[in-house]
DNA sequence: TCCACGATCGGCT
DNA sequence: GCCGATCGTGGAG
């Protein structure tokens, strides 16, 4: 598997949202792997009101000012995660939610993260389908922002080669700002891929 | 300092 | 379809 360099992440944000439909992320803890199929994705650019480095370099978003190739999480609706690839050049402040993955690999840790074993119950298909959901299982959390993705631990690499023909845009959910924006992409038919 | 709100989720009606 | 949980962040004052 080849895995992503800076050079790949670095590249305009929305060509790299849709070409990660089908890439795999893979998380490598005490020698095992959690790895899912990215099948969702959102831009959020320079320039775009719904960005979080819309309003400039803040504590919780100065990642994100890199050059591609880092991972941005923040915490959100006092409960939740979300997890980001940084993108583009250096000083624009743009990035990649990752919305939904297709968990390939650890899928018993990933069900633990998600605290089946806590009463939750959660059905296999719910593991990941949806960004704060993602987050959880692959156990992402704000001590993980501006890790390298050129790393060891986290990273992105080559999955299946998906046809641009296979790949829905679509609005972007959850925000009030630029709605109208058609920065959302998914993998068509694929029954992991967010609800709502 | 203060305080409104959020790139969500799950449970309930 | 609706609503509550829950708290870090950052803009306002």
């Not at 692959?138 to 986290?154: E, R, V």
């Amino acid at each position: 598997m080849v895995k992503f360099d800076y050079e790949y992440y670095s590249r305009p944000t929305l060509s790299v949202a849709k070409e990660l439909i089908g890439a795999y992320f893979v998380r490598k803890r005490r020698g095992k792997y959690l790895v899912g199929m990215i099948v969702e994705t959102e831009a959020y650019r320079y320039n775009d009101p719904a960005c979080h480095a819309y309003r400039g370099m803040t504590e919780r978003n100065k990642v994100m000012f890199h050059h591609g190739g880092f991972l941005y999480v923040y915490f959100t609706y006092g409960m939740h995660y979300c997890a980001n690839i940084v993108t583009y050049k250096e000083g624009f402040g743009e990035a990649v939610l990752i919305r939904a993955v297709q968990p390939l690999e650890g899928i018993g840790t990933m069900a633990k993260n998600r605290g089946v074993n806590s009463g939750k119950h959660t059905p296999v298909l719910t593991l990941t389908n949806g960004p704060a959901k993602f987050a959880e299982a692959f156990n992402l959390t704000t001590k993980d922002s501006g890790t390298d993705l050129t790393g060891a631990s986290i990273f992105l690499t080559h999955g299946i080669s998906v046809p641009p023909s296979n790949i829905a845009a679509a609005t972007r959910i959850g925000i009030r700002a630029a709605v109208e924006k058609r920065w959302r992409y998914y993998l068509k038919d694929n029954e992991w891929v967010s609800k709502r």
